[in-house]
């Protein structure tokens, strides 16, 4: 975690916590999930039951350059950007229709999350009768054990990485459970966002990330890793051992899908916090202008990232294989924030890709620990999951 100061901007009404399989990832309905608890521990841990750190804090990361040539940014950074409720939203602190709602298997119209699901929030819901409507006898949204749905915009002013608001409704969808017959499963939970853009300008250039601030057992000793061409990024255990796990696990971000414009694999991925690098402008963003930068693969300043095993600029940082001892690894183990981001495609005769107003974009991906029989045999179980998970999806 970096340090938690009382600005750290956090309004949030409802909060709750999926536990439909070995996870615990507490959500709120500001943006934030696997959200740490009040006065400073994770809000993701493994397994569930246990006290076992392993993701600080998370969220959703959105940024553009807007007709006036400005860097625009919307998120989550150990606060967030965001506040409960459609985007314009009057009532958004007091109304409990913007709460977390979650739904398992095992429950009917009983439930009062069952019964109250918010269709008209926008939450996934199957239509057992197929007539269109969602009628009594219709189900939410349940692919697996336990779905969390909740709706977030960024209508109030920004704390994290200052500007006004950009016009951004999310609708978020959290689910996952276990299985007798994929016991990654059971591992695995998958995160949807559908994003909105609510404004009347256009979103120039858009990126979209998952930030996370991992902290995988004892914060203080963890590694950054990605598998490119898997679309998987990860944190992994810089000891043997683990003030925490005696047999330290790793923990991924599996990118599974854009919906409608956005590309289907990652544009970007790379770490943040001191003692990162020994050059290079890398500590945590404190602006528009910085953020957006790393969405697009760059240094905080602008300055391209170089792979120092090939010479040849990159994108992705640490894009190495620590297994086999291969390419550009992660040497010095500290604490570290970590994000992915993709971009949205050009649309024909576009030379600058857009979100117009009115349009949704999304994308999924699932979140994953593995433990193996060492710190890098799990990041071999991670991959051979990450790939299941991407299957089962």
Do not use: C
């Not at 996370?212 to 004892?218: E, F, H, K, V």
């Amino acid at each position: 975690m970096s340090p938690i100061s009382p600005n750290n901007f956090r309004i949030y009404t409802s909060d709750t916590y999926f536990n439909g399989n070995e996870w615990y990832s507490r959500v709120l309905n500001d943006g934030q999930w696997a959200s740490y608890q009040p006065p400073g521990s994770s809000g993701g841990l493994w397994p569930r039951g246990s006290n076992n750190s392993v993701i600080f804090n998370a969220g959703l990361w959105i940024g553009f350059i807007d007709d006036d040539g400005s860097y625009r940014m919307a998120g989550v950074q150990h606060g967030s950007d965001f506040r409960p409720g459609p985007y314009g939203s009057i009532d958004s602190e007091s109304n409990n229709d913007y709460r977390v709602y979650k739904v398992n298997r095992w429950d009917d119209a009983t439930d009062i999350d069952w019964a109250e699901w918010p269709i008209d929030l926008g939450a996934p819901w199957e239509d057992v009768d197929g007539d269109g409507a969602y009628n009594p006898g219709d189900k939410p949204f349940l692919p697996l054990d336990q779905t969390l749905f909740t709706v977030y915009s960024d209508s109030g002013d920004h704390q994290l990485f200052g500007g006004s608001p950009i016009g951004a409704e999310i609708r978020q969808t959290i689910y996952g459970g276990a299985s007798s017959t994929h016991n990654d499963l059971s591992r695995t939970f998958y995160v949807k966002y559908e994003i909105i853009n609510r404004d009347t300008v256009n979103w120039n250039n858009p990126r979209f990330a998952v930030w996370s601030d991992p902290d995988l057992g004892n914060a203080g000793d963890d590694l950054f890793g990605v598998d490119a061409d898997s679309n998987l990024m990860y944190v992994y255990n810089g000891n043997d051992q683990d003030d925490v796990f005696p047999i330290p696990p790793a923990v991924g971000f599996k990118y599974i899908s854009g919906l409608n414009s956005l590309n289907g694999d990652l544009y970007a991925a790379g770490a943040m916090g001191g003692n990162l690098t020994d050059v290079g402008d890398y500590n945590y963003p404190n602006d528009q202008e910085q953020a957006y930068n790393r969405m697009l693969g760059l240094q905080n300043n602008g300055s391209g990232i170089t792979d120092p095993s090939t010479g040849q600029n990159t994108t992705f940082m640490m894009n190495g294989d620590p297994v086999s001892g291969t390419g550009w690894a992660d040497e010095n183990a500290a604490d570290r924030g970590i994000f992915m981001s993709v971009s949205a495609n050009l649309s024909e005769g576009e030379s600058t890709a857009v979100v117009a107003p009115g349009d949704t974009v999304g994308f999924v991906f699932a979140v994953i620990i593995a433990q193996g029989i060492d710190r890098l045999n799990s990041i071999t179980e991670l991959r051979d999951v990450s790939n299941e998970a991407k299957t089962l999806w």
